[in-house]
């Protein structure tokens, strides 16, 4: 498939050559991260987190994507809790690489003593600067395709 975008054109080759879905759903069963293993994790997420990506689905993603979306909580068991960041992570200064909705999601997976699950590695290093390690399982970004992918077969590629 072609994309006009550079970034979603990137996001395919790098799909193509190493999917990331396997990864991801081996890291959330438990398989060979270290943790010992067997049976998925206890997975939650903050209020904030679970918000934005549902309005992020609903805005940019296709029927599949949003279909796949609304199964996600179900096949998980995704808890979502509310947000309650850690007081270590409120204290680190906002900084246009690490703000409120940072603070939200990060400090409340750290309040949960939790492994945040996130493609933004930029965010933890931005706490680890001032010295706070944030625990994270860091994955590939991955753009919702479907409506551009949709456009491109209809329009034709792009020159």
């Known amino acids: 498939t072609r994309f006009a975008d550079k970034i979603l054109r990137d996001q395919a080759a ?3 050559a190493e999917r990331e879905l396997p990864r991801l759903t081996a890291f959330l069963r438990g398989d060979g991260d270290g943790a010992g293993g067997g049976g998925h994790k206890t997975i939650f997420t903050s209020r904030f987190a679970w ?3 549902q309005s992020i689905v609903s805005t940019v993603g296709g029927p599949r994507e949003r279909q796949r979306a609304a199964d996600l909580r179900i096949r998980w068991d995704i808890t979502i809790v509310e947000d309650c960041p850690s007081v270590r992570v409120c204290a680190l200064a906002k900084t246009s690489r690490f703000g409120d909705r940072h603070q939200r999601i990060f400090g ?3 309040t949960l003593d939790a492994i945040t699950v996130t ?3 930029r965010t933890c ?3 680890a ?6 625990a994270a399982f860091i994955h590939a970004a991955r753009a ?3 409506r551009k992918e949709r456009a491109v077969s209809v329009r ?3 020159s």
């Not at 600067?129 to 944030?134: D, I, R, Y």
Request: net charge negative; aromatic share 4%.
């Open 108 to 110: 409340t997976g750290d």
């Open 156 to 158: 034709g590629p792009a």
């Open 129 to 134: 600067s001032p010295g706070v390690q944030l």
């Open 119 to 121: 493609a933004n590695a």
């Open 14 to 16: 790098e799909e193509g």
């Open 125 to 127: 290093r931005a706490a």
């Open 144 to 146: 919702l395709t479907e």
């Open 51 to 53: 918000d934005k990506f």
